[in-house]
């Protein structure tokens, strides 16, 4: 018994070292395809620049590089903040009205049918219509981004979380029942487990939408944030300054998702670890 267990031992180590060498290579893997990647954008966007070889049409990587040190210099946290407050207040707006509507959707039917044609039908309508009836109803003003923002993300979430709830294990529920379980502790600890990994897919999607939804009201009836940054250079004809805005725009949600995002699913779901291991 001694000896199988001594024999075991390096087994087991030499075994642990090949998933780490594996885990190891996977990530670099990840790392060149992520470079690659960028490097294979940069180098387009290069050759599609010389090629029209004007920079009234398209700015070559270097003239954009100078425009965002230009502006990181100058009111970029302004504009920025002004942007982030607005689209965060609609956001967690959508979230908060989405997330008990689509509870409701999903444990009655009758409140289920009675709400699925027009949440969906708000979800379905185009961007520039929530923008351009925001900018019709509130104006130049802080809340008309707001409300665009709200108005398109809320059907994501709701929608998600209402198919999260019908797909809820009815044994579990059944088992709770009994095992004497209270609705509170049936709630806390099989409903929302089981519906949460629908609650974070409806957040991520709709706070992208939000993004888009934001700027682009912002293009319309904002006097300050990216949108207003990009329709006023649009309007001066400098496009290596309408890029520049795009790509600190599309870069600071890519930090958003990953730093934020990415980290929040991970923490969340961490029972879920072995599925993927």
């Not at 100078?66 to 609609?90: C, K, M, N, P, Y």
């Amino acid at each position: 018994m001694t000896e199988t267990l001594a024999q075991a031992a390096p087994d087991r180590e030499a075994l642990a070292l090949e998933l780490r060498r594996t885990a190891a290579g996977s990530r670099r893997r990840r790392y060149l395809a992520v470079v690659g990647g960028w490097l294979a954008f940069l180098l387009v966007w290069w050759g599609l620049a010389a090629l029209l070889g004007s920079e009234a049409r398209l700015p070559s990587p270097p003239r954009v590089l100078q425009e965002v040190r230009e502006i990181l210099a100058g009111d970029f946290w302004t504009q920025f903040w002004a942007s982030i407050v607005r689209v965060i207040a609609g956001f967690f707006a959508a979230v908060a009205i989405g997330t008990p509507l689509g509870f409701i959707m999903g444990r009655s039917r009758y409140w289920g049918n009675f709400l699925q044609a027009p949440v969906v039908v708000a979800g379905s309508i185009p961007g520039l219509t929530y923008a351009v009836m925001a900018f019709v109803v509130f104006g130049i003003s802080f809340w008309g981004p707001v409300m665009a923002v709200g108005l398109i993300s809320m059907p994501y979430v709701a929608i998600n979380v209402a198919e999260g709830v019908r797909g809820v294990d009815r044994g579990l529920i059944n088992m709770s029942i009994a095992y004497h379980r209270s609705e509170q502790q049936i709630f806390r600890n099989v409903v929302v487990p089981s519906v949460l990994p629908f609650i974070f897919a409806g957040v991520r999607l709709s706070f992208s939408l939000a993004w888009k939804v934001g700027t682009l009201t912002e293009v319309f009836g904002s006097s300050k944030g990216i949108g207003f940054q990009i329709r006023r250079n649009f309007q001066l004809f400098n496009m290596p300054a309408v890029i520049a805005w795009v790509l600190l725009f599309c870069l600071f949600m890519l930090l958003i998702e990953r730093l934020v995002l990415v980290r929040l699913e991970r923490r969340l779901f961490r029972w879920r670890q072995w599925e993927r291991d």
